[in-house]
């Protein structure tokens, strides 16, 4: 007999607030709960769910690609295991068994069943829990409406063509409860992700020509017309609009490459703002056509952060997924996951960002009456500081390495001003850190192991003309754990926005790895 036919879960489906708690009877049960576990029904997947306490409620759950060829297997089953693990032990402990799940629908109509090709990873999963001490309390596979028993060894027990996952027309008494409790999947993760692939002919034409000819502009428009853009492109959405032309959307794009331009687009996150924000990021998103496919990088992750904001995480997790294909390590987009992965609702984040977005209308509103400093000064920056186009603050116009290092290295608090030596070696720089596109690491769902450079199967697309990484920056590679947690905690208490989180995510890089 299957594994679970003689205990029940309890799953934990809804926000962490609420718990509501779902008993899942069987294997049956498991396969038919799954798109209401994740929120969409996952494709091309490795699912784990760890189990904790003597009552085996749910516990972490994660989501992987199906790595494409089966040489990857092996080390995508130890990567899915280290961490489920590791991942549960940050959030009350090792769980005690997990359950586990391959998706993988035909390629065509009459292909055979995936059970029999999928068998050696569900053995190869298994194995790597058991080397961590975790059993398998049950293995599915589900595919084309179906699903098989990995762990059922009883001949004549399962039908060898799969079991349906929905047994009538209307769902089973759990899916009836996770119904209940106000969960419905969101379709599935292709279909989400294909619903924001880019605009088809004949717009296409007219907007690569427009990328083309705004691409060479884009290095002379300043921050501050990016800014203007951008906001009088959402005040057009916000009065209705739902388009803009093509050459003011190929600016735009090119604009929000700017990591605080981007970040005035986080704001947009007050209620009456959520639908028309979320209008304006997918119009801009479906208008980044090949070549320029990453132009789409930026309003899709401001796209998943207002579906987070506007509770729907299913979304959000899924295209936060897709951003961090196109461009893995892309920072903002790590932070939203991880902060997801953390267990963490939006709350914590808006706060920080409300509390940046007052103070800047504040500081306007203060130029306007002649009494402040200058409005664009950015969030955090002294006043006259510039910003440079990675969110730091910068040297005034005209100002020198030199001078910067006269003044860090001045006059201390209670002492005088060091003297400036003459003669001194230079000192050899370190190396600078890799800009924000090309860091590595980072997943689509809850402790998913990053696409790039690992055994997963994820493609990851070329950069595009203008909007891809810059040219000899080194990727910092592997999942990393932990970091947003700490990094929202501090931009809450000091009130600064998710880009000041930039450094405090530096510092805790290599500090957990998954691998």
Not at 53 to 69: E, M, T, W, Y
Not at 152 to 177: F, I, L, M, S, Y
Not at 390 to 408: L, N, W
Request: hydrophobic letters at 40%.
């Amino acid at each position: 007999m299957n594994a679970m036919n003689n205990e029940h879960v309890t799953l934990s489906l809804g926000p962490a607030s609420e718990q509501r708690p779902v008993v899942m009877r069987g294997p049956a049960d498991m396969a038919e709960l799954l798109p209401y576990l994740l929120g969409f029904y996952p494709d091309d997947s490795i699912v784990a769910v760890g189990l904790q306490g003597p009552d085996l409620h749910q516990g972490g759950v994660i989501r992987a690609d199906l790595p494409l060829s089966s040489a990857d297997w092996p080390a995508a089953a130890e990567e899915t295991a280290a961490l489920l693990v590791a991942l549960s032990e940050r959030h009350g402990g090792r769980p005690l068994e997990v359950l586990l799940y391959l998706c993988q629908d035909p390629v065509t109509a009459h292909a055979p069943p995936a059970v029999d090709e999928l068998r050696p990873l569900a053995d190869q999963l298994r194995a790597a829990f058991g080397r961590r001490g975790v059993a398998v309390k049950e293995s599915l596979c589900v595919s084309d409406g179906r699903w098989w028993s990995f762990l059922c060894r009883r001949e004549g027990c399962c039908d060898p063509a799969g079991n349906p996952v929905r047994r009538g027309p209307d769902p089973g008494p759990a899916a009836a409860a996770a119904t209940v409790a106000g969960l419905v999947p969101r379709g599935s993760r292709k279909a989400i992700v294909g619903a924001l692939a880019p605009v088809g002919p004949p717009a296409d034409a007219a907007q690569r020509e427009a990328l083309a000819r705004a691409e060479p502009l884009a290095g002379s428009v300043s921050r501050e017309q990016g800014l203007e853009l951008l906001e009088q492109a959402f005040a057009e959405f916000a009065a209705g609009a739902r388009e803009l032309d093509e050459e003011r959307t190929a600016r735009l794009l090119f604009a929000l490459r700017d990591r605080l331009t981007r970040d005035r687009g986080v704001e947009f996150v007050r209620p009456a703002e959520l639908a028309p924000a979320e209008r304006l990021w997918r119009f801009l998103a479906r208008r980044a056509v090949p070549p320029y496919e990453g132009c789409a990088v930026a309003p899709l992750t401001l796209l998943a952060w207002a579906s987070w904001v506007a509770g729907d995480t299913a979304t959000a997790r899924v295209v936060l997924g897709h951003v961090l294909r196109l461009s893995p390590g892309y920072l903002l987009a790590e932070l939203l996951y991880e902060s997801m992965n953390d267990g963490m609702t939006p709350g914590a984040l808006l706060s920080a960002v409300e509390a940046q977005r007052r103070r800047r209308e504040e500081r306007a509103a203060a130029v306007r009456r002649g009494s402040g400093p200058a409005a664009d000064d950015g969030p955090g920056a002294p006043p006259g500081a510039e910003r440079a186009p990675g969110g730091e603050p910068g040297p005034r116009s005209g100002s020198t390495g030199k001078a910067r290092r006269r003044h860090r290295g001045g006059r201390r608090k209670g002492g005088s001003a060091a003297p400036t030596p003459t003669a001194a070696p230079t000192p050899t720089p370190a190396p600078a850190p890799a800009p924000e596109d090309q860091r590595q690491g980072g997943p689509d769902h809850p402790g998913e192991p990053g696409p790039a450079g690992r055994p997963r199967g994820s493609v990851a697309l070329l950069p595009a003309p203008g909007c891809g990484p810059e040219a000899g920056a080194r990727p910092t590679r592997g999942v990393r754990l932990g970091r947003a947690a700490a990094c929202a905690s501090a931009a809450v208490r000091s009130g600064t926005g998710l880009h000041r989180c930039r450094g405090a995510r530096q510092g805790a890089r290599g500090a957990h790895r998954a691998h």
